[in-house]
């Protein structure tokens, strides 16, 4: 395998991919804006932590991976990748 496994976060994933859905029954209800949009910002933390835990496997095993083979060529292109991820956060 050439990159990290993310298998684990699709428990996470579902529970986002229900709080989504229960955020559209909200809206076609007619319920609360501040309800909505308190769910809303559960869904974006509960995204924001998976995104978390991915980029930090890929830093573990996939940028790491890079550095052990000793590839310079390899390692730098996973650095420029890794600088171009961390600059979407930011940007």
């Keep these: ?10 428990p996470r994933l579902r529970r986002i991919e229900g709080q989504v859905g229960g955020i559209s029954r909200m809206v076609e209800q ?6 909505i949009l308190t769910q809303m910002r559960a869904v974006r933390a509960a995204l924001a932590k998976v995104e978390q835990r991915v980029l ?3 830093i573990e095993h996939c940028v790491a991976a890079a550095i052990r083979d000793g590839d310079r060529s390899r390692q730098e292109v996973k650095m420029d990748e890794l600088f171009e ?3 979407r956060f930011t940007g």
């Design 30 to 35: 007619g319920r609360y804006c501040v309800d």
């Design 1 to 10: 395998m050439d990159h990290a496994d993310h298998r684990n976060e699709l």
């Design 85 to 87: 991820v961390l600059s």
């Design 56 to 58: 930090r496997d890929h």
